[in-house]
């Protein structure tokens, strides 16, 4: 019995709706990259300061969204099994970018690294997220 071929067309990212929400923009999508965008404002805290959650949330979304492009590669797909983040500084308004790129791309697990910068390219968080690779179910 022969195996059906698997598909294996890079996956294109879609916005949920959280991202939508939050203003999320993409800018490049590739196995070797996923960037985007973010605007501070509408995702700020009670002290008026860009909020952990927000940065946790888009942080995890364009680290899993590289995880699927590179899976998509395998004919698979993925889903997150761990993130951790480190906020080193804060925002209060402009434009952040998010960009995550692998530090191992696997047949059944992925970590990225995932950077949140300001306009001024100053790094305001660092995330780690481990996927899952999955079969494809079609």
Do not use: Y
């Amino acid at each position: 019995m022969t195996p059906e071929p698997r598909n294996t067309e890079l996956w294109k990212i879609t916005l949920g709706e959280l991202d939508q929400k939050m203003g999320v923009k993409i800018v490049e999508e590739s196995v070797e990259r996923v960037v985007a965008t973010m605007p501070v404002e509408g995702n700020r805290q009670s002290f008026g300061l860009l909020h952990g959650g927000a940065s946790l949330a888009v942080g995890e979304a364009v680290g899993s969204w590289a995880a699927v492009i590179h899976a998509s590669t395998l004919g698979k797909t993925a889903v997150g099994v761990d993130v951790s983040a480190t906020h080193h500084k804060s925002a209060r308004q402009g434009l952040i970018t998010i960009t995550a790129t692998p530090i191992h791309l696997g047949g059944t697990v992925t970590t990225h690294e995932v950077l949140i910068t300001n306009e001024a390219g100053e790094r305001l968080c660092t995330l780690r997220i481990t996927n899952l690779l999955l079969d494809r179910k079609n």
